[in-house]
């Protein structure tokens, strides 16, 4: 899941160069600002930490599931003009929304796919890295998500839930890789003073695929 406070863009938000526009940087972690959401939004600093793990390259091709706002996509594409993504989002009304998003940023290109994971995963082409944003516990998709990537690929998967974060750890233990909790705190403030505000904490695996493991049929 991608947590995040409900909100819309500023009109100017994502049109760079006009004046009173969210002024926007050339690597990952665009204001949240940027994105039209309801919610689901990997906000800024898991998203930057995010595509660094991703770690994007000219000509390959990200699988971006559970799309949310397309928000990883998005700044996927804006790493290279040869870099490709499709995202998979079930809710129509979000695969709308995605494709706003990136016709706003710039990276009309994002091909959108408006369906079930891991069912809508099987006619689309091998991925170079795969992000799990969303529906990590529908049954069966991590693993076909890790069997779509060819060695030297990269997965990465958030989640903010005890149930979704109990099987990363268990994929951590058979896959290797990294497991990390990315924790967030904003000042806010608290009367006359400033305290710091913490958003729920993310636990985050990332993990490049080093061999080919054989399939069922093969063992």
Same mark, same amino acid.
């Given at each position: ?42 906000? =800024?600093? !898991? ?5 660094? +793990? %991703? &770690?994007?390259? /000219? ?5 971006? $599931? @559970? *799309? ?42 994002? =091909?959108? !796919? ?5 069912? +809508? %995963? &099987?006619?689309? /082409? ?5 992000? $799990? @944003? *969303? ?44 497991? !990390? ?5 904003? +000042? ?32």
């Amino acid at each position: 899941m991608k947590p995040a406070r409900p909100g819309r863009p500023t009109p100017a938000a994502g049109r760079e160069g006009t004046q009173g526009a969210v002024p926007l940087g050339v690597v990952p972690g665009l204001p949240d600002e940027a994105y039209e959401h309801d919610g689901q939004l990997t906000k =800024r600093h !898991v998203r930057a930490a995010t595509l660094a +793990a %991703l &770690a994007p390259r /000219p000509g390959e091709l990200l699988w971006d $599931v @559970g *799309g949310g706002s397309g928000s990883i996509a998005v700044e996927w594409l804006r790493a290279h003009p040869a870099c490709r993504a499709v995202t998979v989002e079930r809710d129509p009304v979000r695969a709308a929304r995605i494709t706003r998003n990136a016709e706003r940023l710039a990276v009309p290109r994002l =091909r959108v !796919v408006t369906g079930t994971a891991p069912r +809508a %995963l &099987a006619e689309l /082409p091998p991925p170079d890295a795969v992000f $799990v @944003g *969303g529906g990590l516990t529908a049954p069966g998709l991590l693993d076909a998500c890790w069997t779509a990537l060819p060695v030297g690929g990269r997965l990465v998967a958030n989640t903010v839930t005890l149930e979704s974060e109990a099987l990363l750890a268990d994929a951590y233990r058979r896959h290797g890789g990294e497991l !990390v909790r990315l924790a967030v705190a904003h +000042a806010v403030p608290v009367g006359g003073f400033t305290g710091w505000r913490q958003a729920m904490p993310v636990t985050q695996w990332a993990v490049r695929k080093t061999v080919e493991e054989p399939t069922g049929a093969d063992r």
